[in-house]
């Protein structure tokens, strides 16, 4: 009831008062949209919001997820410390393609420590783009090994931050040592046709699968 | 020597407060202290956003309906009653009259992922929600041709 953290957004709820004239809302109402989604994954740092913010027609929204007990092990806070939950942020964000299809982007935390929420990030996902700072190329490493695992569909994309690539493509797929089917593309997570290329990479990838999967 | 009147509390034998309930029921002393203590207990201002998340869960952490993804949408039964609702479930409710994804609908309450998907099954179960799950785990090819022919036209 006063529960509206967002007042300027009240136009979301006041355009569908149940009593209003048009009668029996039903049938009359939004159908939803089948939404698809491709994971954005990678290190701290690389890259992963500005990647979805350049593509996405909402600026990246902001969602949480708890890290609790089955993180620790992993996360090892130590033998002093008494926490036990981690609050991890993920960003997102959609392009809607049509009425009936929208694609969501999920920008996922690509350390090790949090690989428990990926199960459910994966389900159903068409496929990965694992962005890479050539800098800091094993940051990148849990979200790859996790994606061959899954066998999700993914394409490695290294992000020329500053224009320009400290390594060639073939030393950077040595250095992850993934075999040759995955895509390694290089992209500017600024530029919306950039992103988009990229993108487009991994849905060829998702197609394929796709393909397969019919044909079995 | 134990005084044989009081064999628990050899260490206070004759000590008037070491039972209240059995020594002092009847002269009211506990019941003065107790008044004072409960005005400052809840910081009332800070209630409505500030719970803890299992308390907006009722204490669960778990028994997620896998079917409820991050990007699945949901949208508002119309003319359910929207009595009874907490807050939380009635700003849900009231978010979603326009299909919404779980992670939008987390995002915009500022509320925690996996508190949204519990309360989100919640509501479905209870006839406040639609949840629209699709049958199929991975899209099929013409899926994934219109998301190329659509992000191809993005410039």
Known sequence: MDFDPYPDRRIVGTARVPTGPTGPSGPQRTAPPVPVKIIVAGGFGVGKTTTVGAISEISPLTTEAEMTMEGVG???????????????????????????????????????????????????????????????????YPAVDYFERAGLPFVV????????????????????????DVPIVQFDARFRGSVRDALLVVLDQALDKAMKMRAS | MRHPADPDDPAHPAAPGVRPFLGNSGSGVRYQQLPPA??????????????????????????????????????????????????????????????????????????????TRILVGDLRAAGHLDVHVLENDFPDPETIMRVIRGLRSIS
């Open chain 1, 74 to 140: 992993v996360d090892d806070p130590g033998q002093a410390s008494a926490k036990t939950t981690t609050t991890i942020a993920m960003d997102f964000g959609c392009v809607t393609i049509d009425q009936t299809l929208k694609l969501y982007l999920f920008g996922t935390p690509g350390q090790t420590r949090f690989a428990f929420m990926w199960d459910d990030l994966v389900r159903g996902a068409l496929g990965a783009l694992v962005v890479v700072d050539t800098t800091r190329i094993d940051d990148c």
């Open chain 1, 157 to 180: 994309g290294v992000n020329t931050f500053n224009g320009q690539l400290g390594y060639n493509l073939d030393e950077v797929r040595w250095a992850l040592a993934v075999r040759d």
């Open chain 2, 38 to 115: 409960l005005p400052p207990g809840p910081p009332l201002g800070e209630q409505g956003t500030s719970l803890r998340p299992f308390v907006l869960t009722s204490g669960r952490v778990d028994g997620l309906d896998p079917n409820i993804g991050l990007e699945t949408q949901v949208s508002s039964q119309p003319g359910a009653p929207s009595t009874r609702l907490s807050p939380e479930q009635r700003a849900i409710v009231h978010l979603c009259g326009d299909p919404l994804s779980v992670a939008e609908i987390s995002a915009r309450l500022r509320m925690h992922l996996g508190v």
